[in-house]
């Protein structure tokens, strides 16, 4: 059992909007391109020249900052921001909001003000107020997306060893070469038979009872019982 979390130790990092919103895109990129190569190959829509296909990163991250929102308005992550009711600007134009005179001091910005307000150029204004300087924890953004870290591919047992294999099927994989046998060319096996008791496993003849094994092994069943395949040749009886 994990012993509890001393505050002491507790990140008191905070991160601004936009740290928190690349961390967030960063994760999901990473996560929706390795889904993207795991899955079957879409055929490509046709595109006109003016007109090219957009690259899906751009979805992507338009999805983190939808998910990063959304913890914010439904309190799954806590904010906070620097407070303000005053409008001495008016009401505003262009990307000017008309609010100022912010506190100095942050304070929580509760789920229903998220929902309430929107945010833009870094700020989260609704009719009558409005908070700049957003920051929230770096563990709890981290807790709810945390580091991508790819799956690893391991691979089968023994895999990444030398495979193992034996003199006998060394030899068997030489005669194989030596003689070009192909499921269309399986040679005789009387011949195969007189090279392989010329050769020596360990510095020991190969028996004739092995030689016939090696022999048959390496050929197919089908050749076993009609003899070595037979190449089809122009027809050289005369007519007539």
Not at 186 to 194: F, M, Y
Request: charged share 25%.
């Amino acid at each position: 059992m994990r012993p509890p979390m001393s505050l002491q130790s507790l990140d008191r990092t905070q991160w601004s909007y936009a740290e928190a919103l690349a961390h967030v895109q960063n994760v999901t990129v990473a996560r929706r391109a390795t889904e993207a190569a795991k899955a079957p190959p879409k055929p490509r829509p046709a595109q006109d020249h003016w007109n090219p296909p957009q690259d899906p990163k751009i979805a992507w991250k338009a999805e983190a900052e939808n998910e990063l929102l959304v913890a914010l308005r439904d309190g799954d992550l806590i904010a906070q921001g620097r407070y303000t009711e005053e409008r001495p600007n008016g009401w505003g134009y262009g990307n000017s909001s008309g609010f100022g005179l912010h506190s100095g001091y942050h304070t929580s910005i509760r789920p229903e003000q998220w929902r309430e307000g929107k945010y833009f150029s870094d700020r989260l204004t609704a009719r009558d107020w409005e908070f700049i300087d957003i920051r929230m924890p770096r563990f709890l953004v981290k807790a709810i997306w945390p580091d991508y870290v790819p799956e690893v591919v391991r691979p089968a047992e023994g895999a990444d060893a030398v495979p193992y294999t034996t003199p006998y099927l060394e030899l068997m994989q030489a005669a194989i070469a030596k003689f070009g046998i192909t499921p269309e060319t399986q040679g005789k096996k009387e011949c195969l038979v007189d090279w392989f008791l010329e050769q020596r496993i360990e510095g020991e003849p190969v028996s004739n009872k092995l030689a016939d094994a090696m022999a048959t092994l390496i050929r197919l069943p089908s050749a076993q019982r009609g003899g070595s395949k037979r190449v089809a040749g122009p027809d050289l009886r005369q007519t007539g």
